[in-house]
């Protein structure tokens, strides 16, 4: 009768056993899951905590200077596009074939402002291969500031094309190559918007960030404006704010970025 009892309990302690080591799985594996999308939106509140400080150093009429308001703006065009099954991914790394980004907008709001101008520069094995430079039609006048800061102006953009002729040229350009950009979250808010506004196509190509590397490679630097770093690794600044100088300068960053690794 002793022994029975000791066996059904020890049956007892094996099944609680089992049990609890299941449910222990499943609590680490749902741990994991929460820590993964943690990860992805801490990833853009840590870039508005260290990059809040930048806003406040230099008020001049950098793009880069706007990259604290530009992430507040995006945050959650970010997490609507990382919540999707075919989402787009932060590579956070180095590639030889890539197409390089930069846009110019009306203001800092993927909704309510417009892109004017988009430059890109496609890159294979490392090598520039070909570019894409348009100018964009839009049905306002251009801020001031906007002018001022690019050189944009109303007159040029008359001459441009209208805007579901230059997307739908750019997704052919870029194809699903890796989208690489300073501050490219940015970029890819205005980009995925415009896309789906105009051609109702999602854009979800995985993108590199230079700023990210920058951070990681370059510690102690002051900041991580673009106009920084390029000063930093000797690269010519003159005609920034246009979109092909921007993706120019930012292919500089990146190589000299490689070989800090």
Do not use: W
Not at 219 to 240: C, D, E, M, Q, R
């Amino acid at each position: 009768m002793y022994n029975k009892y000791i066996f059904i309990n020890n049956n007892r302690r094996k099944k609680q056993k089992e049990l609890l080591e299941k449910q222990n799985q499943e609590d680490s594996q749902l741990s994991l899951d929460m820590l993964t999308a943690n990860m992805e939106n801490g990833e853009i509140v840590k870039e508005k905590n260290e990059i809040k400080e930048l806003s406040n150093i230099n008020n001049s009429k950098d793009k880069d200077c706007n990259i604290n308001s530009k992430i507040n703006n995006d945050t959650n065009s970010q997490i609507n596009r990382s919540a999707k099954s075919n989402r787009s991914k932060n590579l956070n790394k180095f590639v030889d074939d890539y197409v390089l980004v930069d846009i110019e907008t009306t203001g800092l709001s993927p909704v309510k402002d417009d892109i004017i101008e988009i430059g890109a520069i496609k890159v294979e094995n490392n090598k520039m291969v070909d570019t894409f430079n348009q100018l964009i039609k839009i049905d306002r006048s251009l801020p001031p500031f906007i002018t001022n800061l690019t050189g944009i102006t109303d007159e040029m953009l008359r001459t441009g094309r209208m805007p579901d002729e230059v997307f739908r040229d750019f997704v052919n350009f870029i194809g699903e190559s890796v989208i690489i950009g300073h501050n490219v979250n940015f970029d890819l808010g205005f980009l995925s918007n415009k896309c789906k506004k105009y051609l109702d196509y999602n854009l979800a190509n995985d993108y590199i960030d230079t700023l990210y590397l920058a951070r990681r490679l370059v510690p102690h630097s002051v900041n991580y404006k673009l106009g920084t770093l390029a000063n930093l690794f000797n690269i010519s600044y003159k005609g920034a704010h246009r979109g092909l100088k921007d993706v120019e300068i930012t292919y500089e960053v990146y190589n000299r970025l490689r070989k800090m690794r």
